[in-house]
């Protein structure tokens, strides 16, 4: 090498760099100043809370992060070196190791912040040097014990969640602006970002793998729309790696490489049609490099699985998914997750969607396709609530169709409508929605409430957990929560009961298992002095007294079940000359097993799974029985 060739080097090297500063500069300078707004809003929030339980991790999210102290400190995948306390809920494996059920995937964004935390810890010591940090990383301490699963520890690692899901913002942003302007993209942008979920599990709980899916899959959805008209072997390379990407942060996101599979098979069949050999080779090669690639992202997860268990499979036991019995109904509508009364905004986003369906078929199709497919995935789960939640989590890596349907509806009545009118009642209502959501999340943080997947709980229940207005919970209770509709008024209508009994029901079972260890979640049993939303007829007033009993001579009890499957019915209390009782189940009439008064038999046949309910009237009940509960027991053992 010459003496002149080294400045050159250099010199190339200076050019390349600020090439790569002055495209980040553009890129910044031409973000939307909504974008700049919603980021503000997130960053405030996350270092204002410190989150719930641990911190910025809880549930899944804990235990996702207990991979960063194993592999930095104990150099070993075996949940069991960072966290012991789990090996009793979760068991050994026939490796001897505690298997981590969570995906691997976030670790890739966690670890570098997590690193720079644990060099916080070190510095926290150095007295002076603290303070300073407690600025940044509010719950750090210098003087606790280097553990690496600290308060501090969880924030810093979220901060990678955090700043994943602030890129996929951004690029959601450029995707709706692509197809909507870009008045409809920051209307869509604050919706869907600040409106649902996701600010929850980008600010409150980050160590979810949601954040980061939402990143993800939000980057496979814009590199398909960019390149699925003019698709290449490099473009296919880089879809597969996002779809790779996305995969492993939660296995359910393959669905999502479903419409690039459309866009292969589109091109397939004009091959077939044309009879051109070389475009049908083409696009097989096409589709096989992009699975090729996504294959070769998510092996390091299929390797831990073969690590955990031996052999390779997911954490999920077998018959996890219910396919013949998806809660379909209560994932849209339950308030217990449900999609609608979770994310009211959703209403706009399925209106925009419908006027807009026509026009942007190409684009829009493909993916309310996959979200419809994932839809029927969750909801065929046990647990299609996702156990400890806010809102409905499972959906958040869906936030693009959310957006999507935003932009078109803006779109839509920005082109209809030229006053300012219609599209300041748009932003006016989306307000009013980003305050309720804002609100949730306070609630469900502060623990003012339960959990949203606790239980199904009427909209006047929760503002009186909370003591909120007084007022609106006796409205709600007349009235109903709106964003339940149609599916309450349906059901009312159906089962004879009220629009806040539905609030109640959809969504709790009896008979409720828990996917893990296979036991009962809900006590499959109905105590009669709480005054439970099952009897929807019959309970006496609390003050009637106490010879006439507890129940009127006619009672009718909702029971909502998982599944078909035979049952075992028996009544407790003091039920005076019980032999006239005549008990009946879906309008059939039931006789005593041999032997008992007060127990039943229910054969499978006269059973309804989800999302029907079961009827249960008990009439000529003699006055003065005091019912005490109403036992539902399931006479199989299927589940094991």
Known sequence: MTDTQIPRAQNNDRSLFR??????????????????????????????????????????????????????????????KPAAEWIGPLGREITGLVANPCPIGPVLFWLPFYLLGLLFHKLAA?????????????????????????????????????????????????????????RAARFAVVGS??????????????????ATAFFAVTQLVDAWDRYRNQLSFRRCLIIGSWTGVAVLQRPQEAIWLLPMGLSVCALIVSAIRERTLRKLWIGIGYGMTTLATAALWFAPQVLLWIHYYGSFRAPQKPGHFLWTSPALIESLFSMRTGIFPWVPVMYLSVLGIALALRRSRSLLLPVC?????????????????????????????????????LGALYQQVEATHRSLLWRRTLWG??????????????????????????????????????????????????TGYPFLQPASTAYALTYRTSLSSVENLLGNFINERDWRIREFVLTPQIVVAERPPQIVEGLLPVDAPPAQGNVARHVRVLVPLVLSEPLRLRL??????HSALIVRWNGRRLLPEPGSDL????????????????????DDMPQGSQLQRILVQSTSRWWK
């Open 369 to 405: 396709l996959t979200a419809i497919i994932e839809l029927y995935v969750n909801a065929s789960a046990w647990d299609f609530h996702g156990s400890w939640s806010f809102g409905p989590r499972r959906y958040t890596d869906a936030i693009v169709v959310l957006a999507l349907g």
């Open 126 to 182: 150095i007295p002076g040097v603290g303070f300073v940090l407690t600025l940044f990383v509010p719950a750090l301490d210098g003087k606790q014990p280097f553990t690496g699963r600290t308060e501090a520890d969880l924030y810093m690692a979220g901060i990678g969640s955090l700043l994943a899901g602030m890129w996929g913002i951004w690029t959601l942003f450029q995707l709706v602006e692509r197809h909507a302007g870009r």
């Open 599 to 618: 127990s039943f038999l229910i054969p499978q046949d006269l059973v309804k799974g989800r999302p029907r309910w079961n009827e249960l009237t008990l």
């Open 429 to 478: 209502f989306l307000f009013l929605l980003c305050i309720q959501n804002a609100v949730l999340v306070e609630w469900v943080r502060t623990r003012k409430t339960k959990s949203s997947s606790a239980g199904a709980y009427s909209a006047a229940t929760w503002i009186r957990w909370a003591n909120g207005p007084q007022w609106l919970a006796r409205t709600l209770e007349q």
């Open 19 to 80: 090439s790569l500063v002055s495209r980040l500069r553009t890129r910044f300078s031409h973000m939307d100043g909504s974008v700049w707004l919603v980021f503000l809003v997130l960053l405030i929030h996350y270092r204002a809370t410190r989150g719930i339980f641990q911190g910025k991790g809880s549930g899944d999210g804990f235990l996702g992060f207990m991979y960063l102290p194993g592999l930095v400190l104990y150099h070993s995948f075996d949940l069991a």
């Open 193 to 210: 970002v600040l409106a649902s979920p996701l600010c929850f599990y980008l600010t409150t709980q980050p160590l979810y793998q949601h």
């Open 572 to 577: 407790e209390g003091q039920i005076p000359s």
